[in-house]
């Protein structure tokens, strides 16, 4: 995973919990046809020239199979070619079927599904967030938890996406209140499974500085106390950070002059660790149209 304060050695619970949650559930709430969850896999792949070298999530599937698991809350075209290197990767690695499933948040109604490459054409199948109601969902959770009513698996699998539902509010508050009403789940090991879900999938949408708010919330669950480090790791991964930001505002002030504003510049500085990634690899070949595009 990328960017968050967890410690890279602690990733193993994220998932362990992340497959607890999906084990034998199918996505079928999200009108996915595929074939139940196994397990979680790590991400890993052969170095590959992409902006990021990690997908999101890979799952084992019970055929056999893959499923490819993407979060956008922006779109571009070259998103497209990105999945394509990816799973051309994972093939290599793991010679299996993958099925590639991109999440869009509450802001997309639709995005081009298909890489026309001539005889060769690269395809992925898309959820649309947008179509669920997140602000109906959380109140119906967080009656059934008020009153002491059992959560259904769907109850589960909606608080873990609901932060990537049609709402008013950003995909990080209402991270900060999913993760808050998950606290209140009496099952130990659902609360659990849900809050490492959560945390794993809102390292995809939530800047990293955000986070501190979301460790307050969870600081006192054994999963948080298990995860978040302090101290002199957390202040090198910022120094790194804030070096990679500065270098690339450097060069795309030399290359774009005044165009780059002050404005551009403070957004660069908010973007989230795979936007960063993105800008890092194409600093020399990026217009001042994609870069506000990208930071929108």
């Not at 497959?19 to 991400?43: A, G, H």
């Not at 497209?80 to 948040?105: G, H, M, W």
């Not at 997309?108 to 690269?122: C, F, P, T, V, W």
């Not at 090198?236 to 002050?262: D, M």
Request: charged share 35%; aromatic share 8%.
């Amino acid at each position: 995973m990328k960017g968050t304060n967890i410690t890279r050695n602690r990733q193993d619970i994220i998932f362990k919990k992340m497959s607890e949650l999906f084990k034998d559930e199918t996505l079928k709430y999200y009108e996915l046809n595929l074939p139940k969850i196994i397990s979680v896999k790590p991400t890993e792949l052969p170095v590959i020239n992409v902006s990021d070298r990690n997908m999101d999530f890979v799952f084992e599937l019970e055929d056999n199979s893959l499923l490819h698991l993407e979060f956008q809350t922006t779109w571009k075209k070259a998103d497209l070619l990105r999945f394509a290197q990816y799973d051309i990767a994972l093939y290599q690695k793991e010679r299996r079927k993958i099925n590639t499933v991109v999440i869009y948040s509450g802001k997309y109604e639709s995005a081009e599904s298909e890489l026309d490459m001539g005889l060769n054409k690269y395809k992925v199948l898309q959820v649309f967030m947008i179509k669920y109601d997140g602000i109906k969902r959380y109140k119906e959770i967080k009656g059934k938890i008020e009153k002491g009513e059992p959560l259904t698996d769907k109850d589960l699998m909606d608080l873990v996406f609901l932060p990537l539902m049609r709402n008013e509010k950003s995909e990080e508050e209402v991270t900060k209140e999913a993760l808050e009403l998950a606290i209140e789940i009496p099952d130990e090991n659902k609360k659990e499974a849900v809050i490492g879900s959560l945390l794993g999938f809102s390292d995809n949408y939530v800047r990293e500085e955000y986070l501190n708010k979301l460790k307050e919330v969870i600081r006192m669950t054994k999963i948080g106390a298990s995860l978040f480090e302090e101290g002199v790791e957390k202040g090198k991964r910022e120094g790194e950070r804030k070096g990679k930001i500065e270098f690339a505002i450097r060069i795309l002030s030399k290359r774009l002059g005044n165009q780059l504003t002050e404005e551009i510049k403070e957004k660069i500085r908010k973007a989230n660790e795979k936007t960063l990634d993105y800008i890092g690899d194409n600093l020399l070949e990026i217009t001042i149209e994609e870069l506000k595009e990208l930071l929108k």
